[in-house]
């Protein structure tokens, strides 16, 4: 059934019961429906409620949302972490501060948070996703993969070949790769100030270049290519 379903909780502290009650009548959450689109708003009121040094306030709103696997999603938060689970459609997540988790998502996924890490585990892809500072890990996605962060560490593993390309980058932290022994593909992997290191053999192709190692492994395959501004590369068996 295209049945969706919305599970809110509020959890507000004021000085007072009746601060708290015009806090949250100040910010009613909002539903529409309009053809094939569900949208739900809420927005926080712009005032202090009384806010005093002394007096312990907080706001917090969770949403747990449940739809039809087909269905497409976009997720927005200021501030909050998102997590989507097992869906079949597109999926587009942004948040200011906060991390993004993707389990078992089978259409593409595009992915942005300023603050926090982002995870992709077990998705069909195409994946795209972007974070300026926090960690990035992907494991076993069967599509290609655009991935990068301004600063944090990466980390990657696939269990099987490579079916896409893969872009990964960090302009400042390590990068760690885990493949499988028979894995085959063409790596390009350079830093600006760190080690690279492969487990698996690379044929080296032209002249060797200090912070770079390019070339196929086990014959060549799909693209992978891995960028560090600062840090080390490594490149291991599973």
Known sequence: ANEIQVSVHRDVTRGTKAAEEAFLSAAPIA??????????????????????????????????????????????????????????????????????????VR????????????????????VNVHNVSGSLKIEDVAGGVQGSTGSGSVTAQFSS????????????????????DQSAFTLDAATSSGGIRS???????????????????????QSLVLRSGSGSIRVLKL
């Open 31 to 104: 539903f529409q429906s309009q053809n094939d689109t569900l949208t739900i708003e809420s927005h926080a009121a712009s005032r202090s409620d009384g806010w005093s040094l002394f007096r312990v306030q907080r706001t917090e709103i969770s949403y747990d949302i449940t739809v039809p696997a087909g269905f497409e999603v976009k997720l927005r938060t200021s501030s909050g972490n998102v997590a989507v689970d097992a869906l079949a459609g597109a999926v587009r997540a942004n948040t200011g501060s906060g991390s993004l988790k993707f389990t078992g």
């Open 107 to 126: 259409g593409p996924i595009e992915g942005r948070t300023s603050s926090g890490s982002v995870r992709v585990v077990g998705c069909a892809g195409p």
């Open 161 to 180: 070949s490579l079916r896409s390309d893969v872009q990964l980058k960090t302009s400042s932290g390590s990068m760690t790769l885990r493949v499988a």
């Open 199 to 221: 487990e698996l053999p690379v044929t080296i192709i032209g002249s060797a270049a200090r912070n770079r190692l390019a070339g196929p492994i086990n014959g060549g395959g």
